[in-house]
Nanobody
Framework: QVQLVESGGGLVQAGGSLRLSCAASGRTFSSYVMGWFRQAPGKEREFVAAISRSGSSTIYADSVKGRFTISRDNAKNTVYLQMNSLKLEEMAVYYC?????????????????WGQGTQITVSS
């Protein structure tokens, strides 16, 4: 199995940028598809982005396309989420997750391992 630890959350003004990191330990990181999800208070967890094992393929939620970028460094066992032009409504806890297959990658139920989450607070 794999252990995931997110970092990089914090307070940012609307329109600002943040980069989240998710460090993995345990089984070979490059064996996993990696995803980012977020959950705002009172809302369901929602898909943000995912990246294939090699990093050659990425997918995004429509709401973040063109503003967020997911990437990974398999040598460092880390996946990143660069977030630009953040909006007030994107304030949430952001989670990284690992999945052994590139199947139903937008669904949280498909992921086997989760980090503890990192809070993003967006101020006006």
């Amino acid at each position: 199995q794999v252990q995931l630890v997110e970092s990089g959350g914090g307070l940012v003004q609307a329109g600002g940028s943040l980069r989240l990191s998710c460090a993995a330990s345990g089984r070979t990181f490059s064996s996993y598809v990696m995803g980012w999800f977020r959950q705002a208070p009172g809302k369901e967890r929602e898909f943000v982005a995912a990246i294939s094992r090699s990093g050659s393929s990425t997918i995004y939620a429509d709401s973040v396309k063109g503003r967020f970028t997911i990437s990974r460094d398999n040598a460092k066992n880390t996946v990143y989420l660069q977030m630009n032009s953040l909006k007030l409504e994107e304030m949430a806890v952001y989670y990284c997750a690992a999945d052994e297959t590139w199947v139903q990658t937008r669904r949280s139920e498909a992921y086997d391992y989760w980090g503890q989450g990192t809070q993003i607070t967006v101020s006006s």
